[in-house]
């Protein structure tokens, strides 16, 4: 009897995530969670800087321009980050653009101390953050193979899931009181001293230099270091990645889907309207959609127990995705029957239903998330791990700004609950078709990857 009552309890807990790899690898725990409480902190500096550069200009076009500035090195270095990340010992890589984004931070409570108040200085600081970011992420994503067992990647890509999903809910929140009690050099402030504790994760790492593939053309054994001296790395080592990603199908699918789910149903460039329009709440409705977004990703995170067993993990991609758009649909559907109403109230079932939607829809995008982070990691030899990770990093970062202008359109045109219904269901569409041309990705084995 006692083993019968316990056998619930053992496969409720095979549904929560696998913390194996931060048991079985310190490297990788420190990792984890340096870079989990320096995300935290980095989101109080994104609220900190977008309710600066406003309260200087009283401009929301100013505050946009922030994204900009963001946006343009995040893409412009992205790929060129990846390559010196295949190209120079990568905790080295990792520690130095960490460093540098440990300065900026320090510069930006600086002049807010100071009372500063230029939004020429914080547009510049934000676009060397973004640079160095552009670095940083890559190596950073290239370095956790190389910590921990083969099998154990899917997981570590859950937690890492589960820790920036936290610090997307709570640093926002966290931002906005500090600058509202406390002003701005006391955010920044913080945010300096949380880094700290990633700058001390990454120097604990072991050395981890390149892996060259051998003589023979096949890939080195993972965790054999090159031997050769350091090549300086031009546009050559970069256009030879975007080669070896043109012959790599279903490394170049995972792109291509998210592309697709981002371009087609990205939906935050709706919740400003639906707060007003829809719902009623105005901020406080967009905050709560935004919230219920990154909650689903969190949950889908903490159970995801059997990600480390999943064989089949292009299906799972795709069934992933397909199931965010048709959450974006009905999210769409909602709207359609609230209608244009410009409610002087909260429409509250109505929001409740919307935020299922949308917790789904986050869900779904972390599941995806999860496996083609895997893919590319799996799939892919060591030496050209950065240099994809670099393309990974634009599209992440380019994908959703697409996403707004295509979505932010289809709404000016059929309204904000059309759009949110067309982009989801021509999302799940575009999916299906694009996997019934491309049937290798479907059939993607991991316990045989193939790239």
Known sequence: MPNDAARPWRRGRRLLADTTPLRDSPAFRRLWWGLG????????????????VYA??????????????ALVPLIALGLYGGALVDAYDRRLVALSSAGVLWVVTIVLAVQAWFGVHSVAVLYTLVAIQSAATAVKNPARAAIIPRLIEPRLVPAANALQTIAWNIALTVGPLAGAALVAVFGYAIA???????????LWALKRLPSIPPVAADETGGDAAAGTPSTRRSRVVGISSVLEGLRYLATRPNVRMTF??????????????????????????????????????????????????GFSRARWQGRMIVWAIVAWGLSIAGFGVVLVVVGRAEPGSLVLPALVAAMVMLAL??????VSAVFRQTILQTATPDEMRGRLQGVFIVVVAGGPRLGELTVGAEAAWFGEGWAAVIGGLSCAIVVVLLVRRQPRFWRYDARDPQP
């Open 56 to 69: 200087i200009t009283g401009s929301t076009f100013s505050v946009g321009l922030l994204g900009l500035c």
């Open 188 to 198: 920044y402030s913080i945010d300096a001293l949380l880094f700290t504790v990633a």
């Open 256 to 305: 291509v889907l998210d592309l697709v789910a981002m371009i087609l149903a990205f939906p935050r460039v709706l919740y400003p309207a639906v707060g007003v329009l829809y719902l009623g709440g105005g901020e406080a409705t967009t905050g709560a959609l935004a919230a219920a977004f990154a909650v689903g990703a969190v949950l889908a995170g903490v159970l995801s127990g």
């Open 37 to 52: 409480i320096s995300n935290l902190g980095s989101q109080l500096t994104v609220v900190a800087v977008g309710l600066e």
């Open 361 to 366: 829809a986050g869900a779904s995008d972390a």
